[in-house]
């Protein structure tokens, strides 16, 4: 299986910083010594790829690094040289990992879901909204006509609400925390808010409607799956109590869900502030392997049916 890395590329943070930058390492060192995925450094999406979702001012001053100190601390994240090279990339992995998808059926982004992006504005530790901008570049490039993002982050994926409102071609589907950051909540296609301690079983059961619902409504032939570890219940930011094994449940949940209408999917991160650190690996790490299984059976349906069609001709 294909999964796309970004941790080489320096985060400069201060000290003591509240993002939790060095999980994204400690997770490509796990998925590597695992040795089932193939390990790939993505190119970095263009100025084209970004501004199909966002405003070209915005990205002028993201790049020139006018954002004022208003806008940095709305983003969480001081800027620097490094930073919008590192974003990019973020982006460009998404983008990877959906190309990906499409020739394997699954691939995986060891970082992304920045869905607090908003087309003229970065907000919660987000400068770009890579899930917009890799689902527009799919249907750019002719390799997916309609799209569905499931957001299962702990956080409501405004961003990507807002910037793809209106946009028939692409569902947006959040199930988060109702009560949790983002404090005002933008109209999501599918909108599923959690009350604060939902746990394991209702988490699921709740996920398990909305998500049919949502297979339904969007009609799509391509999908991207934002697997945020952060409902974790020893998460900071979180406000829902899911075990490791309950989300485990809910990546198998989604990825053969979509399975089952033969989508491709790439899956990407999103967020995950667990103390200690090693918790969120953990659970993104359950994420890729989840995702490793699903490309090996389906690898294996279609050696089988490779060698069926070859009985047969003979």
């Given amino acids: 299986m294909r999964a796309f890395t970004i941790d080489g590329f320096a985060l400069p943070l201060p ?8 999980k994204y390492a400690l997770l490509r060192r796990r998925v590597e010594a695992a040795g089932f995925a193939r390990l790939e450094v993505p190119a970095a999406a263009t100025d084209e790829q970004i501004l199909r979702a966002h405003s070209p ?26 930073l ?25 982004s060891l970082a992304g879901g920045t869905h607090h992006a908003f087309r003229d504005r970065g907000e919660g530790f987000c400068v770009f909204n890579d899930c917009a901008i890799a689902a527009r570049a799919l249907q750019a490039e002719g390799l997916a006509r309609r799209a569905l993002i499931v957001d299962c982050d702990v956080h409501q994926g405004d961003g990507s609400a807002s910037i793809l ?14 009560r949790n950051y983002p404090f005002a909540k933008q109209a999501s296609d599918l909108d599923v ?11 699921l059961a709740a996920l398990a409607q909305a998500l049919a619902q949502a297979l339904e409504r969007s009609q799509a032939d391509f999908a991207i ?6 409902p974790y219940a020893g998460d900071r930011l979180g406000k829902l109590s899911l075990s490791k094994k309950g989300l485990a449940r ?23 502030y667990a103390e200690p650190i090693e918790d969120t690996v953990d659970i993104y790490y359950n994420t890729v392997k989840a995702a490793w ?15 069926s069609a070859s009985s047969r001709r003979r």
Avoid: N
């Fill in 15 to 22: 000290a003591h910083h509240r993002f939790p930058a060095g």
């Fill in 57 to 82: 001012e915005y990205l002028r001053k993201v790049v020139a690094g006018e954002l004022t100190r208003a806008e940095q601390q709305a983003t969480g994240l001081p800027w620097s040289p490094q």
């Fill in 84 to 108: 919008v090279e590192r974003a990019r990339r973020s982006v460009g992995a998404t983008i990877a990992a959906c190309r990906a998808a499409v020739e394997d059926g699954v691939a995986v």
């Fill in 165 to 178: 409102a209106g946009d028939a071609s692409i569902f947006t589907f959040s199930i988060h925390a109702e």
């Fill in 193 to 203: 808010g959690l009350p604060d301690l939902t746990g394991d079983a209702e988490y």
């Fill in 225 to 230: 799956y934002l697997a945020g570890a952060d």
């Fill in 250 to 272: 809910r990546d198998r949940l989604v990825l053969e869900s979509c399975a089952a209408r033969a989508l491709p999917v790439a899956v990407t991160m999103g967020g995950g």
């Fill in 293 to 307: 299984r699903l490309y090996v059976r389906r690898l294996a349906s279609l050696t089988t049916r490779a060698a």
